[in-house]
């Protein structure tokens, strides 16, 4: 009889050796829990090692509700809870109260400046006893006239003593025809070209119907034909007066007497009048280049009388064909800089071959004009440029900037260092350069993508140049 124990018969294994049951589940603990299985069979790698399946592991999911409230009157608890409520609460206050002195006490940022519509564009000067007709039908027209502000690049029409002396509130007919001047304010409406002209005269015709009809004597300063602006039933006749012509089309009315207090005030009374209808419509400094441009004129004079207006707003009443005649071939050069200084121009003087030479030039000076920088940055001169030269740049934080430099000797270059000024940096963009020679002076547009070291710019003899830059404080 053959002896078998423990699953061996007669020394030799048997199949009962081999585990009765796949899956045996073995306890880990007596409390319910995760539980071991072993299992075994065609899964298990045939090294003979088995695999453990442990289960889900349970996690901590936080005490119940009945455990919370064991907790609930504990005075620790209640405590703390109350010192968070608190704490909450009061940084809550704190960050507020922060936030309000911060925004008290913040300096405010300066409004943004802005200039009035009479300001922005130059002024062209619209003369029809000696315009450029552009129809070739010896007649004048709005049509001409839009068309001279368009080749010229310009927004504003100044058209002189449009105000008849002997009575202000009739056309000046000695100057201009009805029907011509009819015309050009229709287009002008039409087209959104702004048209100005002068205020009526401070120092009255000896003709003027206030003055023969002797019932507004005291419209004057004592024995005087001076208007006494003073006067409130003066002003009150002004403001209907300039409210009439602004109903025609005038938009602007430009003050060349020399100002004083009186006429100061008298000026912002009219303004705040018309404000409803049209704002800044009378304005004052306008200054005559012809009183400038004398012979002997050079760069110091230039540069004296730049000084002298930097910090007001001027209408330079300005005729380059005439200049010149006195400046010669400086003409160019105080062009371009007229249109990026502070103020207005006012050009005159286009018949149909000065304009045909100088339209593209002064396209372009219009565009420059119109960049935020020209209108409103601040204006600041290079001072070691040495005799014949004068250079300055306009910077605006935040918008490109521009150098201006000309160099108004005929014999010498020189290197101008713009970066003497806060804010210039690095290289500046050729937008606009004169180059004076014995038979022609060649302009360019800005279309060179060269750039130059501000450091370093060189101007030639009787030589401009304008370069964009990007300004870095």
């Known amino acids: 009889m053959t002896e078998e124990k423990n699953g061996v018969k007669n020394g030799e294994a048997t199949t009962e050796m081999a585990p009765q049951e796949d899956g045996t589940k073995v306890p880990l603990t007596n409390d319910a829990g995760p539980e071991v299985k072993f299992t075994s069979g065609a899964d298990n790698p045939p090294n003979g090692e088995a695999k453990i399946d442990v289960g889900v592991v349970p996690t901590f999911s936080g005490l119940s509700k009945d455990e919370l409230m064991r907790y609930n009157d504990d005075p620790f608890w209640t405590r703390l809870r109350w010192f968070l409520f608190i704490m909450f609460w009061a940084g809550w206050a704190a960050m507020l109260v922060a936030a309000i002195v911060i925004i008290v006490q913040t300096p ?105 009809d002797g019932n507004h004597s005291d419209y004057f300063e004592p024995n005087s034909r001076k208007l006494n602006m003073t006067n409130p039933g003066l002003l009150e006749e002004l403001k209907g007066i300039l409210s009439a012509w602004v109903g025609k089309g005038v938009q602007g009315f430009l003050i060349s007497d020399p100002m004083d207090p009186e006429l100061e005030k008298a000026k912002d009374i009219l303004n705040d009048a018309l404000k409803e209808e049209v704002d800044g419509a009378v304005v004052s400094g306008v200054t005559d280049m012809q009183n400038v441009l004398v012979p002997g004129f050079n760069a110091a004079k230039y540069r004296q009388f730049l000084d002298e207006h930097e910090n007001d ?65 601040s204006m600041e001169f290079v001072n070691n440029t040495g005799s014949g030269v004068v250079a300055f740049a306009r910077v605006l934080k935040g918008t490109p900037g521009y150098a201006v430099a000309v160099n108004m000797r005929d014999d010498n270059s020189t290197v101008v260092d713009f970066t003497s000024i806060e804010g210039v940096k690095g290289k500046g963009e050729i937008h606009f350069y004169s180059v004076q020679n014995e038979t022609a002076t060649q302009i360019s547009d800005g279309t060179n993508t060269e750039k130059e070291d501000l450091n370093k710019i060189t101007v030639g003899p009787l030589e401009g140049i304008i370069l964009q830059f990007v300004p870095s404080f």
Request: hydrophobic share 40%; proline share 4%; aromatic share 8%.
């Open 108 to 212: 405010r940022c300066a409004p943004k400046e802005t200039l009035l519509w009479v300001q922005e564009s130059a002024m062209v000067n619209y003369d029809p006893n000696e315009a450029v007709d552009f129809n070739n039908d010896a007649q004048v027209t709005g049509a001409d006239v839009k068309e001279l502000a368009d080749g010229l690049g310009v927004t504003t029409v100044y058209l002189e003593k449009l105000i008849s002396p002997l009575n202000f509130k009739e056309l000046n007919g000695g100057r201009y025809k009805k029907d011509e001047i009819t015309s050009i304010l229709d287009q002008a409406k039409k087209d959104s070209l702004h048209i100005v002209t002068d205020f009526v005269d401070i120092d009255v015709d000896p003709g003027n119907i206030w003055v023969t």
């Open 313 to 377: 707003w001027s209408y330079f009443k300005y005729n380059p064909k005439v200049a010149e005649g006195t400046i010669n071939e400086l003409v160019d050069l105080v062009t371009m800089t007229l249109f990026l200084v502070r103020g207005t121009p006012v050009l005159d003087g286009f018949d149909s071959t000065y304009l045909q030479k100088e339209k593209d030039n002064i396209h372009v000076l219009s565009s420059l004009r119109q960049k935020e920088s020209v209108q409103v940055g």
